[in-house]
């Protein structure tokens, strides 16, 4: 419920703004409004265990600001991904053969873009800017797999490591490229704070004692439609 309501605060958010900015700036708005979706690829840098990208998808809606005197534009708007991520671990504490344990992560991210324009064209734009993310606890894709040990924890069961730090901000960097109404975008976001930060509490930590740290790393390839 409370993802649920997070996503509809910020989408009402963005509708507000987007309506009063069209009405106090001279700025000719370029497309106004745009949809897409495509597929992205996670990970989490970190020293504290191995970890394998995984594939998911994304979706998005952007407002585009065109200021034609300017070397720039600039848009502002929110995304929507559900991720993959894993790491190994034996289905018992004497298996010698380790297997995939896959965890899933919903983000939704607030961005803030500005495209410039190294053409004096629109239809392609080198694009970077900050981002606010939530994101979800880390959950099993396969609840069977829960008693895993995970093969870098010795004694540590796949069900325990879930914890993240829920809000980060981020940044990111790529490219749009633009023909008529349809736009294709690629995406490099990198986060700077520490989304392992709440393992540090964790129970199972009490007893090992490690300090975990890791940065999100995101590629994201859409494709959008403008109106």
Excluded: C
């Amino acid at each position: 419920m409370k993802k649920i309501q997070f996503i509809l605060l910020v989408a009402l958010t963005i509708g507000f703004v987007t309506k009063n900015f069209g009405q106090h700036t001279n700025y000719k708005i370029k497309n106004g409004f745009s949809l897409g979706g495509g597929i992205t690829q996670f990970d989490i840098i970190t020293d504290n265990f191995e970890t394998k990208k995984g594939d998911g998808w994304i979706a998005n809606m952007t407002a585009t600001v065109d200021i034609p005197q300017k070397w720039f534009n600039v848009s502002y708007g929110m995304q929507l991904s559900e991720n993959t991520i894993s790491t190994s671990g034996f289905d018992t504490p004497l298996s010698s053969i380790a297997q995939d344990v896959e965890y899933k992560i919903f983000t939704a991210q607030v961005q803030f873009l500005w495209h410039a324009k190294p053409f004096r064209s629109s239809h392609f734009t080198i694009d970077f800017g900050p981002m606010v993310q939530y994101n979800s606890d880390l959950e099993l894709s396969d609840d069977e797999q829960e008693n895993f040990i995970l093969a870098d924890f010795d004694t540590v069961q796949a069900k325990a490591v879930k914890d993240l730090n829920n809000f980060n901000v981020n940044g990111t960097v790529g490219a749009t490229l633009g023909i008529g109404f349809f736009k294709l975008r690629a995406q490099y976001i990198y986060g700077f704070t520490n989304i392992l930060g709440a393992l540090n509490d964790s129970d199972f930590n009490q007893v090992l004692g490690r300090d975990f740290k890791g940065n999100q790393s995101m590629f994201a390839f859409t494709g959008m439609l403008t109106f």
